[in-house]
């Protein structure tokens, strides 16, 4: 969806096993939804997979600019929310592990399955990442780790791995009840991932050791069996087959037995949240949120419902309900977080600093912009308090924001300059968080009239993001590019807004996750396309959008029912008039599900609506649509207004085509005195004085 890109911030969390702390900005097309800096799992002799480790993996999810989601609330260029954080499980920057030497002969059978390496290097789209190594650190849960796994005998391991002719096949089930052949194979599939060689191979090794531990389990729950499928389904993650991720999701989650302990029921919350990801990187929002609450509850259940890693959940669901423009539920978890944080650190904490800003972020967009400013200015000083200056430039960003909303227009450029200034001395003149602080100064000058400032901040803008520098997303370059086509748009300068429009998508081009950016990008496109008169070329962008938005289940929105009724304004334009009654007759429906009767986009809708009906002959149905859009605007805009003078001139040709006079609602004096008396009565009772 369409919206505001705002810096994030990213800081680190204080509990070793807590979720990291993002914060949020609205995305277009969302969140936004990098540089990843995922947990890792420390590999000695064989595999380790304890559920603690397994808990730290996925419960360290930082934020990254790269999310499919754009960028993430409060991520400022480190980590978005739903970006790959399902790497965590697999190695996005792996700590160094001890490497079992094995035989030349061990590794013949393994790999002569697959074909060179460089071949495969093209699938895997993370390969550059993945490749970096960071040194080994001691585990903060060593304690409760499982005990360390016995060393491997290789010739044993040797004789039970078979040679599988077909690629990701096991054609062979010989072997694989081996106890060491699972670990050992686990761990020749993370290696692969981190080393970015063979992710084909890796994952291979990975569902082949999937099925050992299945095997070794004899039936019973085993957490060695819920990794591997994390595993797994991550890799298929990182080679873009999100579709087959989500089966082994659904698998890993139905073996924990919450009953067992601890451990299970964090192993099933791991895997609610994983789900969560991979739905919300195929753009199908409403059940990535169903996954991330239910996941939620589970973790409510295991640890109580003020533990601090809760209000990191809480915070990771609110940012997932903003995306999916559902402010209420996203400010009600948000306050959630901000309470128990509170309760759990110490005053103006670093957690409490990230819920205020994601806050203010949330309130900014429902309109208060008051107490927006409040969260934003207290959140501003704790991550003064807590050194993180570095932060405060993104919320000084956010704070201009919301006094560019309340017209504080030289508080706002304050507010602007301040964030420049320490952007540059700490990012460089030529990074595109200094872009975006030009972008926002773009949108103030052009909302005060001061054109010829705006297109100058523009332009240095554009001069940025032309040319950026190494290791910037393109994602965020895209996000640029659109802010800046809706500030030429507002300028009447469509053909220049349009050309950015078409780079911003050209940057995307169909990436996974990214279906809901697109279509608003292409929505946006089919708008500018109309006015320019080029009606064939809008109806395409439409159509275009609304395939995409219905794939990735926002077919009930409003977004989705206004897009409808512009495909169809393109389509009378076009003549296929037919097509257009549809389209009207689908968008009414949506609008008055999500907006209500009396909406204006809902009235547009039914006035679009008559015309069409109208035109195919239906003039009871057209009529009977006038009658009530007349009535509407007669009754909220006065009788006097040009709109209604315009639609009663309509009813009144097409009453007259019929041979009909206006039907109107007869009302007696003494019932217009009841019914304004106890409008009177109920304004004062809403607005009145509570003793």
Known sequence: MPGIVKDGVHEDGADENSMSNKEASISNGGLTPQHPQNGNIEVA???DTSIDQLYENVCE???????PSRHSLGSDGEESRIDSELRHLVGGEMKEVEIIEEDEELHKPISSDYHSDSNSKKDSPSTGKKSKKVPAKSSPNSKSKSPAKPPIDSKRVEKSVKKTPTRGVVQSESGLDNPDLGPFLLKQARDLMSSGD???????????AAKSFEKCSNGKPSLDLVMSLHVTAAIHCSLGNYVDAIPILEHSIEIPVIEEGQDHALAKFAGYMQLGDTYSMLGQLENSISSYTTGLEVQKRVLGENDPRVGETCRYLSEAHIQAMQFDEAQKLCQLA?????????PASIEEAADRRLMGMICESKGDHETALEHLVLASMAMVANGQEADVAAIDSSIGDTYLSLNRYDEAIFAYQKALTSLKSTKGENHPAVASVFVRLADLYNKTGKFRDSRSYCENAL????????????EEIASGLTDISAIY??????DQALKLLQKALKIYSDAPGQQNTIAGIEAQMGVMYYMLGNYSESYSSFRSATTKLRASGEKKSAFFGIALNQMGLACVQRYAINEAVGLFEEARGILEQECGPYHPDTLGVYSNLAGTYDAVGRLDDAIEILEFIVGMREEKLGTANPDVDDEKKRLAELLKEAGRVRSRKNRSLENLLDSNQTANTSSLNNGGIKV
Not at 61 to 67: A, F, Y
Not at 198 to 208: C, E, G, H, T
Not at 338 to 346: F, P, T
């Open 489 to 494: 748009e507002s300028m009447d300068e469509v």
């Open 198 to 208: 063979n992710s084909r191979k890796a994952l291979d090794l990975a569902a082949r």
């Open 61 to 67: 999810m930082q934020s990254s600019d790269q999310s």
């Open 463 to 474: 001069r940025i993001y032309e040319k950026p520098i190494p290791g910037i997303a393109p």
């Open 338 to 346: 901000l309470d128990i944080h509170r309760e759990n650190n110490a």
């Open 45 to 47: 002799a064989g595999v």
